[in-house]
């Protein structure tokens, strides 16, 4: 079996080539693994690179060497081989995808990383592509594809980044018109935002669904209504918290295993960080399975039995 480490320069504050580079060769020489390196050389080049080795037909396991992002772009390479699994060296701005896990700095562990166990977990196809955590369309999405605009700036790291992004947003405008289309419901009007949730953990922090699970074969929806700017920093504390359902006059909670989302104009998708454009959007769970690995000794933490009752008054 190959292990194939895919190191992307842009994930984090700074190029971290170097330091992931001398850390792979001293395991895997230790080991005596058959291993690559491989370096991206721009946006794509990940999922270029993962899905060429995928398509040898070789057994192959490819290290996402970054956070989110390059983590979305390997996945998506890999997407419909069963030969190649996945996994992420933990490295970039956010690293919110492994948070589902009960142990989320084991994958900051590469000697963990090589003695590792498989979970097969659920993809979220979007349009032609592919989202493994979160994908968001509105307000959201042009958050979270702007943090990497901050994201290098001192002091404005993880939460702090996507909060100068939130801010920086809103003053651009809140709600647009759109028309979504689920469990037989169409939902026709000005909306925030909607969240379509696979994982549980993104934006440096954000929890908005706690009872997802990557593993079920459904997808958590959050339609939030139009609000005005005083009601944003209310509305931003409950959804980042997870009690969304505090505030059901404003947001609205489906399970489903697909929707369609139709705008007015072309408009951002956040995938995973991962920044795509559409003016007709569908969304379902992706017939391909992931096999991801992780340290034997980590698992998916549990999904909550009780959640936070919902405040009266």
């Keep these: 079996m190959k292990h194939l480490f895919i190191i992307n320069p842009a994930a984090g504050s ?30 794509g080049d990940c999922a270029k690179i993962a899905r060429e080795a995928a398509s040898t037909g070789e057994e192959v396991r490819l290290y996402a060497c970054g956070g989110d992002g390059t983590l979305n772009e390997v996945a998506t390479g890999a997407a419909g081989y069963p030969n190649a699994a996945v996994t992420v ?41 592919y989202a493994l ?8 999405a042009r958050i979270g594809t702007d943090v990497s605009n901050y994201k290098r700036f001192p002091l404005l ?37 909607i969240c379509v949730c696979n994982g549980r953990f993104y934006g440096g922090g ?25 009601q944003v920093p209310g509305v931003v504390g409950k959804y980042k918290a997870g009690k969304y359902r505090q505030l059901p006059q404003l947001i609205r909670h489906f399970s489903t295993d697909r929707l369609t989302i139709h705008c007015d104009a072309p408009t951002p998708i956040n995938l995973d960080g991962e920044l795509r454009r ?9 017939k391909e399975k992931l096999r991801f690995f992780h340290p034997r000794d980590v698992k998916i933490a549990p999904v909550p039995r009780e959640l936070s009752p919902v405040e009266t008054g």
């Design 14 to 43: 700074r190029d971290r080539t170097a330091d992931y580079s001398a850390a792979i060769r001293i395991a895997c020489d230790a080991r005596r693994l058959d291993y690559e390196i491989r370096v991206s050389m721009g946006p």
């Design 89 to 129: 060296y933990s490295g970039g701005s956010g690293n919110d995808f492994v948070r589902i896990f009960d142990d989320p700095k084991a994958f900051f562990d590469l000697d963990r990383l090589l003695d590792a166990q498989e979970s097969e977990l659920d993809l979220i196809r979007v349009n032609d592509d």
């Design 133 to 140: 955590n979160i994908c968001s369309v509105g307000l959201d």
């Design 157 to 193: 790291q993880g939460f702090r980044a996507y909060a100068v992004s939130t801010l920086v947003n809103v003053i651009r405008g809140i709600g647009e018109h759109y028309v979504v289309e689920l469990n037989g419901e169409k939902i026709d009007g000005e909306q925030t935002m």
């Design 206 to 230: 954000f929890n908005p669904v706690p009872e997802a699970d990557p593993q079920d074969g459904i997808l958590e929806v959050l339609v939030v209504k139009k609000v005005s700017r005083l």
């Design 278 to 286: 559409a003016k007709n959007v569908e969304i379902s769970v992706a």
